[in-house]
């Protein structure tokens, strides 16, 4: 009898851990996912409110439509969904998830025959071709803008960034990625991230001083 | 700064946050939410139900373990030889002296199908008679020998037997036992006469004391005045010894014409 009740133990304590519910504010995204993996669909729902913005305005960043940054969205998400069971926390949820937006990025400006986020800017000698893209009309002094203009003002620099550099500044500005993870996610090395980021830093900063000044 | 977050502009940063905040429509997240729930609340039950039939370790499992462990347990324990008891001593012990209990090699042997029958009966029949014992204590002889006891069945008639306590019914069931015993041997049947077939003197005085037991004063003298008319003097000598013998005064019941030849023979 003594070894039925040790068998009725294992099962009842087997049972209570898989059912057990994570405390969705405190919980890692990474224990969220395997929750969520593991049948709790409120762990979903927590990790997706922590994401979706940024999620979102990378893809938009990239594709530049909202209708289709919307269908991007929602299949970076359904694909999160579908893989989930073999989510395994061997690298930072959100370097995950990116991996799935880029991935979905890619592959549909390739089914549209365009090569995007390839690197221009990966070496120091490319500088000059960087410099020499043309600039944003937003660029002409004469524009002058309130809040909302500036906001405008601030997509559109954005959307004016070389692929490579802007998918590395919104990696870093909206995922809160280190320049490692970046370059584990983008395939390439740190330095080239960390270029990319400068170049793209510099750029927008060039950008917003114009601004400032018209502001004034 | 953090060389990780290099190259990082706190200015730039804060503009970004404060005027790039896009988010998806509500429609949008309604779908996703929808999928995802959809998604762990179908899918994944077939997954389990899937799971759980090849699992070693249904819901059921460790209720069926634990009823096989009990049952085996409950076998083991009817199995156990149990530790022998002095059941035959007690019930001995019991009987009263008229009624001695029969000995058991005068118990016939049982057929061989029943033998082996009695000896896998014989230990609970002996633990459910000393678990009675105490209940029968207080009943007479005859209730106890009325009573269901878990002796065999042949015991068991002996004991009814016995209990009337009649000596001849006792010898009629030792002559019944023995002759059971001796069903197969030749010399079963001098065995079986044994009894019936004393020495030649001893034969006579039983004869006598028999003849004393159903004869008459008068049958005695009757018999005796024949054996002397038939000149048969020796003949009729042991008819008055035998007629002392049943009668102390026998001489006083003489009629006096044989009180002269009755002095003649010896007491």
């Known amino acids: 009898m003594t070894?039925?009740?040790?068998v009725a133990a294992i099962a009842a304590v087997s049972h209570t851990a898989r059912a057990m519910p994570v405390a969705l504010d405190d919980a890692r995204d990474d224990e969220l996912m395997l929750a969520y993996a593991n049948g709790d669909a409120a762990a979903f729902d927590a990790l997706y409110s922590r994401h979706k913005g940024g999620i979102y305005r990378y893809v938009l960043r990239h594709c530049g439509n909202s209708g289709l940054a919307d269908e991007l969205f929602q299949d970076v998400w359904m694909n999160a969904i579908r893989v989930r069971a073999s989510y395994a926390p061997t690298a930072k949820f959100t370097t995950w998830l990116y991996t799935l937006a880029r991935n979905r990025i890619?592959?549909?400006w390739r089914a549209k025959g365009h090569a995007i986020l390839m690197s221009i800017d990966s070496d120091e000698s490319m500088r000059s071709e960087v410099d020499a893209l043309p600039a944003s009309i937003h660029?002409?002094?004469?524009?002058?803008?309130?809040?909302?203009?500036?906001?405008?003002?601030?997509?559109?620099?954005?959307?004016?960034?070389?692929?490579?550099q802007r998918?590395?500044?919104?990696?870093?500005?909206?995922?809160?990625?280190?320049?490692?993870?970046?370059?584990?996610?983008?395939?390439?090395?740190?330095?080239?991230?960390?270029?990319?980021?400068?170049?793209?830093?510099?750029?927008?900063?060039?950008?917003?001083?114009?601004?400032?000044?018209?502001f004034k | 700064m953090n060389p990780e977050r290099e190259p990082f502009d706190p200015t730039l940063e804060a503009l970004l946050r404060k005027h790039s905040d896009e988010m998806p429509s509500s429609d949008i997240d309604a779908a996703i939410l929808a999928a995802a729930h959809r998604a762990v609340q179908s899918a994944p039950r077939?997954?389990?139900?899937?799971?759980?039939?090849?699992?070693?370790?249904?819901?059921?499992?460790?209720?069926?373990?634990?009823?096989?462990?009990?049952?085996?347990?409950?076998?083991v324990f009817q199995l156990m030889p149990e530790e022998p008891e002095p059941t035959t001593a007690t019930v001995v012990s019991d009987t009263p002296s008229s009624a001695v209990a029969v000995p058991a090699p005068n118990i016939p042997p049982p057929p061989a199908a029943s033998m082996n029958k009695d000896k896998a009966e014989a230990p609970r029949g002996k633990v459910r008679a000393d678990r009675a014992a105490p209940a029968q204590a207080p009943k007479s002889n005859n209730e106890r020998a009325a009573a269901p006891e878990p002796f065999p069945a042949r015991e068991r008639d002996a004991g009814v037997r016995e209990s009337v306590g009649s000596a001849a019914n006792r010898v009629e069931a030792e002559s019944k036992t023995q002759t059971a015993e001796q069903d197969n041997a030749a010399g079963a049947l001098m065995r079986r006469e044994a009894p019936r077939a004393p020495a030649p003197a001893i034969a006579k005085q039983s004869a006598a004391s028999a003849?004393?037991?159903?004869?008459?004063?008068?049958?005695w003298i009757a018999r005796i005045r024949a054996l002397l008319a038939?000149?048969?003097?020796?003949?009729?000598?042991?008819?008055?010894?035998?007629?002392r013998a049943a009668y102390p005064d026998a001489d006083a019941r003489?009629?006096?014409?044989?009180?002269?030849?009755?002095?003649?023979?010896k007491r």
């Open chain 1, 3 to 6: 070894v039925a009740c040790a």
């Open chain 1, 106 to 108: 890619v592959d549909h």
């Open chain 1, 139 to 164: 660029d002409e002094p004469h524009v002058r803008a309130d809040n909302k203009e500036l906001a405008m003002r601030l997509k559109a620099s954005l959307a004016a960034l070389p692929p490579a």
């Open chain 1, 167 to 214: 998918d590395a500044f919104m990696l870093q500005h909206e995922g809160g990625l280190s320049l490692s993870e970046i370059a584990t996610l983008t395939g390439v090395g740190a330095e080239t991230v960390k270029s990319r980021l400068r170049y793209a830093t510099a750029k927008l900063r060039s950008e917003l001083g114009e601004l400032r000044e018209a």
């Open chain 2, 46 to 75: 077939a997954a389990e139900k899937a799971a759980e039939a090849t699992s070693p370790w249904r819901w059921w499992m460790p209720l069926a373990a634990a009823a096989t462990i009990g049952a085996i347990a409950i076998g």
């Open chain 2, 211 to 219: 003849d004393a037991q159903v004869a008459s004063p008068e049958q």
């Open chain 2, 230 to 243: 038939d000149g048969k003097s020796e003949d009729a000598a042991r008819e008055l010894i035998a007629f």
């Open chain 2, 254 to 265: 003489l009629p006096a014409e044989l009180h002269v030849w009755a002095a003649t023979v």
